[in-house]
């Protein structure tokens, strides 16, 4: 089993900056994805930025340029750190880790933090 426990959300001006951490506990997969994904309210949840196990990161396009994804092996850790924030940012924001094995994939998630970006 895995555990992920985010933190690092709040309330932000627009153009302000915040890091979110998920810390990872529990089994560490040699292959796996990592994502941060974000969740307004009414809509589907989506996923913003992802790092897999030999560091590739993706970002959609709506963050590229403003968020960036990375991870501190040694503390079990991944960030996202977001600058530039717009009130369209404001969502829900979940860590998921994809464990990644020869014949199945298996996703865990942590319990979410509220990133809200307004006057």
């Known amino acids: 089993q895995v555990q992920l426990v985010e933190s690092g959300g709040g309330l932000v001006r627009p153009g302000g900056s915040l890091r979110l951490s998920c810390v990872v506990s529990g089994r560490i997969f040699s292959f796996y994805r990592m994502g941060w994904y974000r969740q307004a309210p009414g809509k589907q949840r989506d996923l913003v930025a992802s790092i897999t196990s030999d560091g590739t990161t993706n970002y959609i396009d709506s963050v590229k340029g403003r968020f960036t994804i990375s991870r501190d092996n040694v503390k079990n850790t991944m960030y996202l750190q977001m600058n530039s924030l717009k009130p369209e940012d404001t969502a829900v924001y979940y860590c998921?880790?994809?464990?990644?094995?020869?014949?199945?994939?298996?996703?865990?998630w942590g319990q979410g933090t509220q990133v809200t970006v307004s006057s």
């Open positions: 998921q880790y994809r464990a990644i094995m020869t014949t199945m994939t298996t996703d865990y």
